[in-house]
């Protein structure tokens, strides 16, 4: 697949569906790459132009030295959408895609002709940026992050979906132990600096939040702080739902994904 030079790196993306559909772009959580779409990428690129990428230092895109920001991950993005001459484009970001979803909105307005923020927050979660950056330096000083990947998936997916879909949990968790270090690190420390609450307030495009009921990570409560600061955003709690909506209730999050989508783009 290939690779676009963007903003100081080279970020892995792929590109598929008609030429001359509206653009969706899909960015992916941390500790995970393009391949996180798995469960709609087929759907979505027969209706639109589908661009999935992997984040800097995730997947097959480069870890150049942490410490990473919001701003430098949205700027990665601008430079794809650009470079690709995609824009505007409907962007849907889950985790720290809806991070970066957000602060493109804030940079570069002009890119984004609407937004779905999904499992995500406008401040960093389990509260400071001292913990995300504690969580960073324990990363690197034991230079191993596989302690992590029990509780990280144990937030991510329900039970149900543990036993009722192995394969998928195989793959996400070769997705996380595959995440370089580099990589990680950097991106831990922009969602600990992360700061958009109330910031896009007057941004005129069309916004989406859904939000897991049972996501301890970026909650219900994360979610309604977000759609408090965006007058016209409409926010959606999916139930029996842990982080990694996408995977973890599928059957519910497509379906509504599909609907904002031909709402928005006008293709019904």
């Known amino acids: 697949m290939p690779h676009c030079d963007v903003n100081g790196t ?4 792929q590109l598929e569906g008609p030429a001359g559909a509206p653009v969706v772009v899909l960015s992916n959580s941390l500790s995970t790459d393009l391949r996180m779409w798995q469960p709609q990428a087929a759907g979505l690129s027969a209706r639109y132009r589908l661009l999935r990428y992997d984040v800097r230092g995730h997947g097959q895109s480069p870890a150049t030295p942490a410490p990473y920001s919001a701003a430098l991950l949205a700027d990665d993005l601008a430079g794809l959408i650009t470079g690709l001459n995609l824009g505007p484009a409907h962007i849907v970001g889950l985790s720290l895609g809806g ?3 957000q602060m493109l909105a804030l940079r570069q307005p002009d890119l984004v002709a609407s937004l779905c923020l999904v499992a995500t927050t406008c401040a960093p979660p389990f509260g400071t940026a001292a913990a995300w950056a504690k969580r960073a330096d324990e990363v ?3 230079g191993d992050y596989r302690d992590v990947v029990e ?5 991510w997916l329900t039970r149900r979906f543990r036993r009722a879909n192995p394969a998928g949990v195989a ?3 070769e997705m996380i132990l595959a995440t370089p270090m580099e990589g990680y690190v950097g991106a831990c420390l922009a969602i600990g600096g992360l700061d958009v609450c109330g910031k896009l ?10 939000a897991g009921e049972e996501d301890p990570g970026t909650t219900v409560e994360d979610a309604e702080r977000i759609a408090a600061g965006i007058p016209h955003a409409r926010l ?3 139930p029996h739902c842990r982080h990694l909506m996408n995977w973890d209730a599928e059957a519910e999050f497509t379906p509504l994904l599909m609907h904002w989508l031909a709402e928005v783009t006008g293709r019904g």
Do not use: E, G, K, W
């Open 99 to 101: 991070m970066t979803a």
């Open 140 to 142: 690197r000083q034991t």
């Open 236 to 238: 959606t709690v999916v």
């Open 151 to 155: 509780p990280m998936l144990d937030r």
């Open 201 to 210: 307030a007057t941004f005129p495009r069309p916004v989406r939040i859904l």
């Open 10 to 13: 080279s970020l892995h993306y």
């Open 171 to 173: 793959l996400i968790r």
